[in-house]
């Protein structure tokens, strides 16, 4: 019997390191950027066509290198970076594993050019399939460009893996974000298909968050820092009112590498506790500097995750300089302080908030404003706080606890009918409508009656509209007198851009001016004049909420976001009228007893039950 054990070719060992390393477009971004970042450039350029698949190329003004080393860097564990695994523990630079031009070499054509600053020439190298095609002279400005072209080309399962452009871009893009984040005082660039995407001037930190995320975090970002001998960590995180719906926004770093840690996001969420709803994000982006030996990077290389020698330190440390950050600023008035001085003056504002106040407090109708403006009596104390919260919400009957007692019989579920259309049979009086709490609306017929949350109700009736709008019947527009403005964060450009055709379909007639710009010609007919804006805002917010969500289509989120932002809220007092087109609508739709999202959108109950509940 021979042998059957041998070494693979140095291409299809590379092939298969490759997929570790640059699993989409996006990952060879990463690297590349970083690469450039640790060549000490000051200027990074990033051009990519076709989301990365058909070209990435990085451009930078940094060190360069010689020949020889050009034709070195795309050798397997071949780096300037470390010489001993001692090195390791004080890491400077983002790369360090040496892997990563060598995996690109071997799944993308590859031309490489060089120039070191005393060099007279540079070098070009073409490369492709870990194969040197060729190598030459060239005239170039100092620093380095890569090419990488038909990522892939070589790898067809892998190529066919990849998802769709939108998609792709929109991973890039967020690695682009997370490198240009941590170094603001280097210029980048994202150029895609030919358009500019990202124009990064070099700036402070704040003025770079509010490039990236747009200008509306200008007047609303609390600055953070605090250092100590074992740590320091500074940055910005959003004030209260900036919080989403989305988890987007959140970016942690340490020694100025991104990374993911839910246990140091929790840390964050914790020091907003109670100043945001349950279900919002704030914004953060917040670096940690400490000893590099405090830390274990030597993770995988496309992982975010990060070991801490001592984690608990860390939370504290963080959560506290939040806190500490945000009593700061709500102690202090600033520019943007909405309330009018002679609220200010009041003692519910100036003085701490004590158990008596409380009562005082509650009963004035400034108790709402003071309550979202003033967090800072409340960051420094917990127990009270959760008082406070008992106070301002009024005891609901606890679900379960005490069953049995009058309250709870009421229970809906008791009365709920198994399938809605039998209360639908019989005509259901639309003449007197009852609204209760603003929020609800009562609608009887012979057989009982029944409650519908009107919020809920909306959604499914905008959603089913909406449905029937993308399906060739296009909702009316009504055309704005005066076209209005509205400009995106970079990155909500991207995702607006996908989804203007669809838009136009359901009433919103959008149109590209410049690079983050867009004219709205158009608005459906029911949407408040004035607030087209703001609906789209939140629109795209929602969107990007769906978007983790990977099971839906573009269209279903698309969908989704639109009802769910158009929809009356809950607490908005409806005319008759309103509210018997609304039940009229409701029970014309194909699911009327549940939201897209699958919550209840009514509630029946049966006359008879009624009845027994009084021994009749
Ligand atoms: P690593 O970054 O882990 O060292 P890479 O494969 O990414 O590994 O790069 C290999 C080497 O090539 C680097 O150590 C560096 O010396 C050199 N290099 C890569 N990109 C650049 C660049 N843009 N400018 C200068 N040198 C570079
Ligand atoms: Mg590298």
Known sequence: MPDIIHLLPDNIANQIAAGEVIQRPASAVKELLENAVDAGATEIKLIVNDAGKSLIQVIDNGKGMSDTDARMSFERHATSKIQNIEDLFHIKTMGFRGEALASIAAVAQVELKSKRENETVGTCIEIDNSVVRKQEAVAMQQGTSIAMKNLFF??????????????????????????????????FSLTSNGQQVFHLERGTLKQRIVQILGNSYNARLVSVQENTDYMNIYGFVGKPETAKKTRGDQYFFVNNRFIKSAYLNHAVMGAFDEMIGRD????????IDLDPAQVDINVHPTKQEIKFEDEKIVYAFVQSAVKHSLAQFSITPTLDFELDSSIQNLDAVTKPFTEERKTSVASSSLYNTFSQKHQAHFIENRSELKHWKDFYEPARPQGG???????????????????????????????????????????QNDAGFIVIHQQNAHERVLYERFMKALDGKPIATQQSLF????????????????????LNYLGYHLEPFGKNTFVIQGTPADVDQGSEKTALEKMLEQYKHFSSDLKYSKREKLLRSLAWQQAIKAGKALTQKEMKSLVEELFMCTSPNITPNGKPTYSAFKKTELDKLFGR
């Open 401 to 443: 606890s005490n069953e049995g007692n009058q309250q709870q019989s009421l229970r809906a579920q008791d009365f709920s009918l198994p399938d809605h259309t039998v209360l639908h049979h019989a005509p259901f009086s639309v003449s007197d409508i009852a609204q209760l709490h603003n929020t609800y609306l009562v609608v």
């Open 483 to 502: 076209p209005l403005t509205i400009e995106l964060a970079p990155t909500d450009v991207v995702v607006l851009n996908e989804l203007l055709g669809d």
């Open 280 to 287: 919002s994000f704030p914004m953060y982006a917040l670096f």
């Open 154 to 187: 070589n790898v067809p399962a892998r190529r066919n893996f990849l998802k769709s452009n939108p998609s792709e871009l929109r991973h890039i893009v967020d690695e682009f974000i997370r490198v240009a984040m941590s170094f603001p005082d280097i210029f």
